[in-house]
């Protein structure tokens, strides 16, 4: 039983239900630490920091920025270094007769180097590359009897950055005007000697300065929350908590909420071939090099009890990089070699036949490779409030569709791998993503993320037919603006 | 905002409407100042209180069944936030079961005229313990039972802790008192 006592019925009475007017201190505290603030700069305006950063993103990659050759997009050079004829073929073309005086015709002209014309279309002919990989590359090389034709690609340099025909168009140039290659006289007819170049490709801008853009998440800190105790210990005279102060409450952000979000993100990029050919996988593994990717995107998420939260998304990145091969191969070298009977001056007969060689062929190719990801992330998150921070982690796996937009890969031919072009070649395959998740909770609905993301392909979802399919593997940050449409607490 | 029933106000807040959120604040925060200052050392520590316990109804507010007084589901949760922050390093005076008698035996006297500003540093004034218990007991009218089980203590201390501080407060009331009559003596004549 409850006992009365005049000194509580007279506290209880005074003290009972009385009120006094809290500062205002008190409630903008309660706003800072709970992670947001009324209407205010930051909530109309916080999204400002993520349009400006995929702006500049957008910017420093259209304006070529990251560090790589200006070599225009579709531009695939392709340079005869050698051409070692080994042996004759037998001649196959008929005779026909010459209206003008020819140059003598001489045994030597079987010889003839493998930089003329006839000799570069006809290299085509002898090309065995897979079908799957060739794509139509053997329609934009297909033999012919024009020589013209031929040498206008030849005119184009290798390594220009004068924009190419087409995109993707493989065109087959020298690095310089060769004598023999401008000449068709059979006596100036040579053997160049096969200079076997090591397959060194040289160290490209894309290899050498790839180093990722890591963006600096900026903090407001004047949004930091202020302790009152933290102030009030530094006022003499007035205690401060003690050490076993338990922890203040937090807030843990709105639960059973939808939020959406802007991504943004910069990777570094290498892709990781797989295949049965060891040899083509090999010379796969060796064109790749790290090379910066970006992506954008949108990521609808679902927040949960105890900081759990599931996303799904659609995101677009795009990336490229110097492809670089020395090909060498065996292949057939036809030329065209015409004989002339004379007789005091006078043609009595002449025909042309069309010799065939078979020898080491080592041409390097240079190309830039563009690639455009889809990705359908589905993510599951977990993360702890601090106030307004957060820090988490985030587990997902995400169908891609990996698309080559210009550029080129290899195939196996006779002898070795070939570049090829490999314009519009598709993979669809199954990824996953491990990544930290850093956020900051700019007002009650806009958050801001930082995500450092590990990302790997596992394994095709598309039929590879056996053909080598590359898995790409990513390492870099995203950020995320993501703005919460119904928060609860 | 036009004057929203408490329910509503729940379930605006509870919807991530901050209006509402700051039209519960505006209207529960002066009683629960007060409950803070009683419970505070100081002013300091009352607003320290006062801000820790609006964030944990905010974060708690999903919880809340709508049945009973949104008022006293709040005074609870800022009384909890009050001892939690009192007993960060409080020292409990145990004391004899004879001392509690004897606290019994003291005669309360008048109160007298007394502010409510002055009464409220009268309690300020006592130890954190005794403030605790004094204000579970007095004012917010908590059995022994409760105040043993709120504050992880035997009934026995609580009981002393009462004791000790009505014997507290019954004197800083009578010092109050003769400080009036003192100061009101001169002026008499």
Known sequence: ????????????????????????????????????????????????????????????????????????????????????????????????????????????????????????????????????????????????????????????????????????????????????????????AHLQPGRAEPENRPETAAGSAFAPVVPVLLADPGAAPVRLAVLRASIPGVAAPGPNTPPDPVHRGPRRAIWVAATSGLFTEKRRWKGTNDTWIRALEGTEVPHPATTMGVLVGLEGHRGWNVAVGLEYGVSRYDFHHLDRYMGQRDSLVQYVVTFNSQVVSSHTETVGTYGEVQQRVAAENRFSTWRVPVELGWHKGFGRFHAGMRAGLAAEVNRIRSGATLAMADGGARSVDATDHTTVLLGGTLAADLGYAITEQWGLWATPTIGSGLFPLSSTNDAPYALPRRFGLRLRLAYTLKPSH | MPELDEYELVRGCLSGSGRAEEALYARYAPRMFF?????????????????????????????????????????????????????????????SVAEEANDHAVAPQAPGDLGRDELLRLVQALPDGYRAVFNLYAIEGYGHAEIAAQLGCNEGTSRSQLAKARRALQRGVEQLNSTKRHEGAPSDR
């Open chain 2, 35 to 95: 409950v803070c200052l009683r419970y505070a050392r100081d002013r300091a520590g009352a607003e320290d209180m006062l801000q820790d316990g609006f964030i944990r109804v905010f974060d708690k507010l999903g919880t809340f069944r709508m049945e009973g007084s949104l008022e006293g589901w709040i005074r609870r949760i800022m009384i909890t936030t009050c001892i939690n922050h009192l007993r960060k390093g409080w020292v409990y005076h145990e004391v």
């Open chain 1, 1 to 188: 039983m409850k006992e009365h006592h005049p000194i509580d019925e007279l506290f209880a009475h005074a003290l009972g239900d009385a009120v006094a007017a809290p500062p205002a201190r008190v409630w903008r505290g309660i706003v800072r630490r709970r992670g947001y603030r009324r209407p205010g700069a930051l909530r109309r305006w916080g999204w400002l920091p993520l349009l400006l950063l995929m702006g500049g993103t957008a910017g420093w990659w259209l304006a070529g920025g990251n560090g790589q050759q200006a070599l225009h997009p579709a531009q695939m050079a392709r340079t005869t270094e050698t051409g070692g004829i080994v042996e004759p073929a037998a001649a196959t073309s008929t005779s026909k007769e010459a209206a003008t005086m020819p140059q003598a015709a001489t045994p030597a002209a079987a010889e003839r180097p493998a930089t003329t014309d006839t000799t570069a279309v006809a290299e085509s002919r002898s090309f065995a590359a897979d079908p799957r990989l060739r794509g139509d590359l053997g329609e934009k090389t297909a033999p012919t009897s024009h020589p013209g034709a031929a040498q206008e690609k030849r005119d184009i340099p290798a390594m220009h950055p004068a924009p190419g025909p087409k995109g993707g168009q493989v065109v087959i140039s020298p690095v310089a005007p060769a004598p023999a290659a401008a000449s068709t006289r059979s006596d100036e």
